[in-house]
């Protein structure tokens, strides 16, 4: 079974550039989600997808931070503009039950490792 | 805020040698606990999870124990090898839309 996939793997930008990641969950994976992973620290959660709609964007600067899904499937995930403490590893995820994740555990991909300058 | 935590952030381990990590979580409504071993340049790889009405489970050389009373969970790694050096993170369950709680992880380091 291939595993979540995402790119690029790294980027370097300016502060005030823009820049996007994609993810391709896990086929059959209805349940998606993006993490920031500062280094050091553990992944917070910035958005979740349940199909193309999202169940929890709370922790999402959405001054800066946008994400879709579209069609269920693939997602992006835009920043614009970035700031210096955007630097960061993001971090894609996916699991197979649309609810709770009490039975399913979120597989993740490698990440984008992003570094503002 | 509740959150989820870790009491060791390095932890040294020979080879061969069983280890446990430990972590705290203070949210008491949490229901489902997971392990995930992230290596340098990767994304977590989950290990095992473990439901609240359990208080252990086991998987091919590892075994997670939760204590709910003192709100404590331990992840045992048994014979340590070279290949576990990773840093560790528990996560836990809140709330109803599967959002996972990540602690600030432990770093495993095997010395041969």
């Known amino acids: 079974e291939a595993g979540v996939a995402q790119s690029p793997r790294y980027k370097i930008i300016e502060k005030r550039q823009s820049v996007a990641f994609w993810c391709n969950p896990i086929?059959?994976?209805?349940?998606l989600y993006w993490y920031q992973q500062i280094l050091g620290q553990g992944p917070k959660l910035l958005i979740q997808?349940?199909?193309?709609?999202?169940?929890?964007d709370s922790q999402l600067p959405k001054d800066r931070f946008s994400a879709e899904r579209l069609k269920g499937v693939d997602s992006t995930l835009k920043i614009q503009p970035a700031k210096l403490e955007d630097s960061a590893v993001y971090l894609c995820?996916?699991?197979?039950?649309?609810?709770?994740?009490?039975?399913?555990?979120?597989?993740f991909g490698d990440g984008t490792r992003l570094s503002i300058l | 805020g509740e959150s989820v935590g870790l009491h060791l952030p390095t932890l040294s381990v020979q080879e061969g040698d069983n280890s446990i990590i430990n972590c705290a979580y203070s949210?008491?409504?949490?229901?489902?606990f997971i392990w995930y071993k992230q290596e340098s340049g990767k994304g977590p790889q989950f290990i095992i999870d473990?439901?609240?009405?359990?208080d252990k489970r086991q998987g091919q050389r590892v075994t997670v124990l939760l204590n709910k009373t003192v709100k404590h969970l331990s992840l045992q790694i048994a014979a340590t090898q070279p290949g576990d050096s990773a840093v560790y993170f528990c996560?836990?369950?809140?709330?109803?839309?599967?959002?996972?709680?990540f602690g600030t992880g432990t770093r495993l380091q095997v010395t041969l």
């Open positions: 995820a996916s699991s197979l039950r649309p609810d709770r994740a009490s039975n399913q555990p979120q597989h």
């Open positions: 086929s059959g994976h209805a349940t």
């Open positions: 997808f349940q199909n193309n709609g999202v169940v929890d």
């Open positions: 949210n008491s409504a949490s229901d489902y």
């Open positions: 473990i439901r609240s009405n359990m």
């Open positions: 996560a836990e369950n809140t709330g109803t839309a599967s959002k996972l709680t």
